[in-house]
């Protein structure tokens, strides 16, 4: 199932279980509680707890994942369970099979609704055609849904939304500044957007812009541009398909690839001259018009006998 007919979905009712997987945590929750919402559209107020369920066993003990599908729901026509395991990708075949046995309940049991979120990296699918066994137990009793991480441009439009809704506009430099600069996570980004929607209303702007977001976001050194451009000047094949991956995650075009790689090593390039001319980072920075940070993070070190060092990796 595609995130779109997850929608449609909860629009029109939704029903048995759903698994929830892949790298965007963000959107698991976020769809987690939309399904919630839809089940208890029609609990009586003040039952919701007692037929919202939450399990998270920390080992092999699923009694109280089937205790929670067995229990029927409080004076209310349906319940909801989010089974959240911190461990999948640990879970030995038994532990498969007895997970399996227990959400197969579900046929039995149509007043419940269950969304498993597998965490990111806690749970490999495979592939389309070798799916691993622990992807292919599951998906037997419930709906597969994957949450990738995002596109750069349906990114952007999601922040654009949140700081519309808070009375502020964002221009397109600053989103995509947004983008570049911190991890590409919702996760992340949400609180990013939060820090500036706080700084804009402390300081009566009306609009956030490219230079708010390098003065108070905090920049995500797990996957930007840099972690792809040090890896190849480290002649790190490894590490630099790992970075590549994150792109291709994002589904970002080639060229918008090659444009941020590109940008960086040009950085790289003219920071490292004003460094042989003995500019210091503040220096570089207050020419280049650069944020300090970024200065001191590609700003070239030198040897005891003054000469040029490597390029930092």
């Known amino acids: ?28 929750r976020f769809y987690a509680q939309k399904i919630r ?25 699923f009694s109280s994942l089937a205790s929670a599908i067995d229990t029927p729901p409080m004076m209310a026509p349906r319940k909801f369970i989010e089974f959240t395991p911190p461990n999948a990708g640990a879970w030995k075949e038994k532990d498969r099979n007895v997970v399996a046995e227990i959400l197969g309940r579900l ?13 990111r990296d806690t749970l490999d699918p495979g592939t389309a055609k070798r799916p691993s066994a622990l992807f292919k137990a599951l998906t037997k009793v419930l709906t597969p849904v994957e949450f990738p ?7 952007r439009r999601w922040i654009v939304r949140h700081f519309e809704e808070e009375g502020l506009s964002i221009d397109e430099e600053a989103s995509r500044r947004m983008t570049v600069r911190c991890a590409p996570d919702m996760t992340t980004l949400a609180r990013e957007i939060d820090k500036l929607i706080c700084y804009g209303k402390a300081n009566g702007k009306t609009a956030v812009t490219a230079a708010d977001v390098d003065s108070v976001t905090s920049p995500g050194l797990r996957e930007d541009a840099f972690a792809l451009a040090n890896a190849m000047l480290a002649g ?47 220096e570089i920075a207050s020419l280049l018009k650069m944020h300090e940070y970024k200065a001191s993070r590609i700003s070239v070190p030198r040897s005891s006998s003054g000469d040029r060092a490597s390029l930092p990796h």
Do not use: H, W
């Open 107 to 119: 046929t039995d049991a149509p007043d419940t609704v269950l969304v498993m979120i597998a965490p």
């Open 37 to 61: 919402e839809s089940v208890l559209a029609d609990c009586p107020p003040g039952l919701e707890d007692f037929n919202s369920l939450a399990v998270s066993p920390e080992d092999s003990d």
């Open 1 to 28: 199932m595609t995130e779109t007919e997850l929608r449609a979905a909860i629009k029109s009712g939704v029903a048995g279980g759903y698994l929830f997987y892949g790298d965007e945590d963000y959107l698991k």
């Open 236 to 282: 790190d094949r490894t590490a630099a398909l790992a970075a590549l991956d994150v792109y291709k995650k994002r589904k970002e075009e080639p060229y918008a690839i090659l444009a941020s790689l590109s940008r960086v090593v040009s950085d790289l390039l003219t920071v490292c001259a004003l460094a042989e001319g003995g500019a210091d980072k503040a």
């Open 149 to 155: 991480l995002q596109s750069g441009e349906k990114l």
